[in-house]
T-cell receptor, first 116, second 109 residues
Framework: GAVVSQHPSWVICKSGTSVKIECRSL??????MFWYRQFPKQSLMLMAT?????????EQGVEKDKFLINHASLTLSTLTVTSAHPEDSSFYIC????????????FGDGTRLSIL | DAKTTQPNSMESNEEEPVHLPCNHS???????IHWYRQLPSQGPEYVIH???SNVNNRMASLAIAEDRKSSTLILHRATLRDAAVYYC??????????FGTGTRLTIIP
């Protein structure tokens, strides 16, 4: 089946640091990628949708200047959390879907971000 | 977005079938019914999806009511590895997924 690789799987850093998370589709071309955030004991919340070669569409309440998303190729999207603070600590998950009708989303294994 | 309603939790014995229900009374004609599951500390995993007809794959079966206002995910023989949170989501082609709270499935050895 389709595989999405997310890296790193776990990161701890100091407050004020910027952190980049990579999401790669390994065996399919992901024209659309999605970024989610999940706090403990809660469900996934969509942060943004990105289409290859265009600007990301952010959900209401998500700061686009804080969560920078780049989708420069059909196999790679990145999420950069700029000037991260403890409240940004969360489980970040990406997913991709290949072109064509009725294609499911394939998810990465997530990145656990802890800001000290 | 059309909403789905699922029980918060369910239990099942190992090696027995599991039927996970989902209600979606406001489903529109173009909404697909998707099921994903999430194991602890992992990203969600695609299980199955369908539009009108029942669907089968190696993981599960999806039974869709004739009026499409409800559906049931069927795990034919539950194993301990099937313990997860199962999400029933309505989505149109390649659109974003809106996750609800899902059903936490516990498998009893």
């Amino acid at each position: 089946g389709a595989v999405v690789s997310q890296h790193p799987s776990w990161v701890i850093c100091k407050s004020g640091t910027s952190v980049k998370i990579e999401c790669r589709s390994l065996d399919f071309q992901a024209t659309t990628m999605f970024w989610y955030r999940q706090f403990p004991k809660q469900s996934l919340m969509l942060m943004a949708t990105s289409n290859e070669g265009s600007k990301a569409t952010y959900e209401q309440g998500v700061e686009k200047d804080k969560f920078l998303i780049n989708h420069a190729s059909l196999t790679l999207s990145t999420l950069t959390v700029t000037s991260a603070h403890p409240e940004d600590s969360s489980f970040y998950i990406c997913s991709g879907s290949s072109p064509g009708r009725n294609q499911p989303q394939h998810f990465g294994d997530g990145t656990r971000l802890s800001i000290l | 977005d059309a909403k789905t309603t699922q029980p918060n939790s369910m239990e099942s014995n190992e090696e027995e079938p599991v039927h996970l229900p989902c209600n979606h009374s406001t489903i529109s004609g173009t909404d697909y019914i998707h099921w994903y599951r999430q194991l602890p500390s992992q990203g969600p995993e695609y299980v199955i999806h369908g539009l009108t007809s029942n669907v089968n794959n190696r993981m599960a079966s999806l039974a869709i009511a004739e009026d499409r206002k409800s559906s049931t995910l069927i795990l034919h023989r539950a194993t301990l590895r099937d313990a997860a949170v199962y999400y029933c989501i309505l989505s149109r082609t390649n659109e974003k997924l809106t996750f609800g709270t899902g059903t936490r499935l516990t498998i009893i050895p």
